[in-house]
């Protein structure tokens, strides 16, 4: 049974360029939540999808970045016109149904923009 | 909205002593939620408490939560270099699930 996939691991972007995170959550999960993690910091929480439908983007920046868990496919994390500060690991997690459930992580992508 | 404290941000321990990280909610929780990411690595979930005053163990690690649902320690017998990392609470309020910051253990051989 595969856990959550994540790809790619590690993305290098330069500035300006778009970046595409793509995340594969557990089979049977239809929940999948993205978060942003800087170095040797905490875990910074993003948005919150279901199938076709964001459920809390609260913690998403209010531009260049968007999320999208389609019908099918895997979820997309988009984040356009990339800028140093956007370095980071980027988890996905999923579960099979609401937030308050046990989470189960992917192994994330390292995202560096030159 | 919600907020999650967890202290310390980072501790450093000789093998052998013990260690504990206190996580502290805003508001009352529904449950609260433990995660351990080893360095270079992702999170991953250790435990779950639900009930006022509950206490768990995991061979070496002792989970509790607080009798008002407003806070929750780990504690961790005898360390080992096993237990590096950084463990991270999450707590559950109305569906709304936030992560403390964080605190990273260290472990001297």
């Known amino acids: 049974n595969a856990g959550v996939m994540q790809n790619p691991r590690h993305l290098v972007r330069r500035r300006g360029q778009e970046a595409r995170l793509r995340c594969s959550p557990m089979k049977g999960h239809s929940h999948v939540y993205w978060y942003r993690q800087l170095p040797e910091e905490g875990l910074k929480f993003m948005v919150y999808l279901q199938k076709e439908n964001i459920i809390d983007e609260s913690g998403m920046p209010k531009e260049r970045f968007s999320a999208e868990f389609p019908k099918e496919g895997p979820s997309i994390l988009r984040i356009q016109q990339v800028v140093r500060g956007d370095s980071a690991a980027y988890f996905c997690a999923s579960s099979p149904s609401t937030r308050g459930n046990e989470q189960f992580f992917g192994p994330g992508t390292r995202l560096t923009v030159l | 909205g919600q907020q999650v404290m967890q202290i310390p941000q980072y501790q450093h321990v000789q093998e052998g002593e013990d260690f504990t990280t206190y996580c502290n909610s805003s508001?009352?929780?529904?449950?609260i939620q433990w995660y351990k990411q080893r360095p270079g690595g992702h999170p991953v979930f250790l435990i779950q408490l639900v009930k006022s005053g509950e206490v768990k163990k995991q061979k070496r690690l002792t989970f509790q939560f607080g009798e008002a649902k407003k806070n929750s320690s780990l504690h961790i017998t005898a360390t080992q270099t096993t237990d590096v990392g950084t463990y991270f609470c999450a707590g559950i309020d109305n569906n709304d699930m936030r992560f403390g910051a964080g605190t990273r253990l260290t472990v001297k051989p």
């Open positions: 508001t009352t929780l529904s449950n």
